[in-house]
């Protein structure tokens, strides 16, 4: 049965931070409110002055209500850094630097934590008083944390990517929390509705990014034995990531910085990948692995980007959009 | 004894809030190290947003370091207010409003006592980042809370004060957590000191402010039993107070607003009472009570005017400065 045959079915996006979250928001946009879940990596979620930091999720939250800031790249539009000035003042650390509307969600979200709601419900809350229509879903309430071994040592993933600037070298990758962290409400909703359609893999880094949601219990033997196309897209654009340390680290993970890496990692799980145009030359090897191979443009510089690239992913999944 | 006599003595200072907080800045700033300590009300003190909030430990150690806000009358100057607006986007109560630069002061705060400081620890760490040389020290390290009996039930102090803007009618005030709170540390070596020379009371609200002071464990004992001059300044200025409810409070609770209230209220505590120059006919009534009265000018509008009212406040106490 392809997904074509189910033109309700419901799609289900896993996604990490920036480049996820376009491809994510290019999905919502495409796609009405009831057809889409979007599920987040919290891998990279920590504790900072107290306050509970989901970059990935705000990531998408921001994207989504179409408050990220574009030219930065990370966080809030039109954003400021007085409380984080006055901190400084006050002696706190500086290494990791949120602004003050990114304060506003960390303090939303951290406080009714505290008072006992789950992460999905506080998620729900906060996207819903934002007008996001789709259901942005943590990967699992439970803690889990993604750490980096490195030649100096394990570093939280914050210390690492932030406050480290990804300088250490990379020795493996691990996921504290898991086994033993149950798939999110939403999430577990998600994997299991009868008119599931299609899995996309967004554009994020396959270690840091998505690992992690893979290795929420029961993610992947859900994958594996799903009856639905799941289709990735790449990260690499060119052989290089657009952000972030994927092309330093895949290099000290022993790998090349190629679709063929890409293809390897996601084996079994994915049937399809899609690839920038400028590694068009990767898509005949690629197709000798077995998986299918859509070319086309995959950088996301405006919205109208975002909406064609999620049009292009379904299709090459059989789905049908409009 | 003559406070004189002791001219290296040490200056207690009680203190509320903004008012309190003028004279205590005119104190710390004719005073050199060693020679003051102010013990502030933590009645006020909430958890908003899941933050501990401390007004009036705020607002002397705006004042102290030079940062309150002039024109405003309370909280920090320069202040700005994005986390607040995005707050607000979130779906957040809006009725108590906090700037970016002193919620910097509130996470700083709140995430060292959740990591089990002492506010007492919390507080003498942030004022030396801010180049405080005076101890601010709270009452109580533990949570005393004023409460406003008013004819439409019991409201939390900020409910009162903040959310209903004053409005209900008052009956009584009381201190949940009293007795049973001790005496902070700081505020204790104070009272303890061989060395005191003079307890002053700032002229903040005595009903909301300095009452709840008066309530912690000792506090009112060590008074009474004290060998040294204690002088309190009105917060009246011809019968009315310059800002916060002690005018319509005043009368709800039965009683005149004027001087000879502020007289009783104090009885058997104060030696010695500051008045405002406009109620000098209010000095000869007083004196029959058998009070000592000083009349000045107690509207402090520059940092001249807390200086000058400080040292008159000191002299009055029989205590030499410079």
């Avoid at 900072?48 to 970059?55: I, K, M, N, Q, Y």
């Avoid at 006055?86 to 505290?114: C, V």
């Avoid at 090897?285 to 299918?292: Q, V």
Wanted: net charge negative; proline share 5%.
């Amino acid at each position: 049965m392809s997904a074509g045959e189910k033109d309700g079915g419901h799609v289900l996006a896993l996604s990490g931070g920036v480049g996820g979250a376009k491809l994510a928001a290019g999905l919502a946009a495409v796609l009405p409110p009831g057809r889409l879940t979007i599920a987040v990596n919290t891998g990279d979620d920590f504790e900072h002055f107290g306050l509970t930091v989901c970059p990935d999720i705000d990531s998408v939250t921001y994207a989504l209500a179409g408050l990220n800031d574009t030219e930065r790249g990370w966080g809030v539009a039109d954003e400021s850094w007085r409380a984080m000035e006055m901190l400084g003042k006050l002696g706190e650390a500086q290494w990791f630097n949120l602004g003050d509307r990114d304060l506003a969600m960390h303090i939303a979200r951290s406080w009714r934590l505290r008072e006992g709601q789950s992460l999905s419900e506080v998620t729900a809350r906060l996207t819903g008083e934002l007008g996001i229509v789709h259901p942005v879903v943590p990967m699992s309430d439970a803690p889990v944390r993604t750490q980096v071994e490195t030649e100096e040592g394990v570093l939280e993933f914050q210390r690492y990517f932030v406050g480290e600037q990804c300088r250490p070298v990379a020795r493996a990758i691990r996921f504290s929390g898991t086994p033993g962290a149950p798939l999110s409400p939403g999430f577990a909703k998600a994997l299991s509705r009868d008119d599931l359609a299609v899995v996309v893999i967004c554009p994020s880094n396959p270690y840091l990014s998505v690992d992690p949601i893979l290795a929420v219990d029961g993610v992947r033997d859900a994958l594996l034995a799903r009856g639905v196309p799941c289709i990735a897209i790449s990260p690499l654009v060119g052989g290089k990531a657009l952000k972030g340390p994927l092309t330093k680290l895949i290099g000290e993970l022993g790998k090349a910085s190629d679709n063929r890496s890409i293809a390897e990692h996601y084996r079994g799980l994915v049937d399809h990948l899609v690839i920038d145009e400028c590694d068009a030359a990767d898509a005949e090897d690629l197709r000798g692995t077995g998986l299918s191979v859509t070319v086309t443009q995959t950088v996301m510089r405006e919205a109208e980007d975002r909406e064609r690239l999620a049009r292009e992913v379904l299709a090459a999944a059989g789905f049908e959009t409009d």
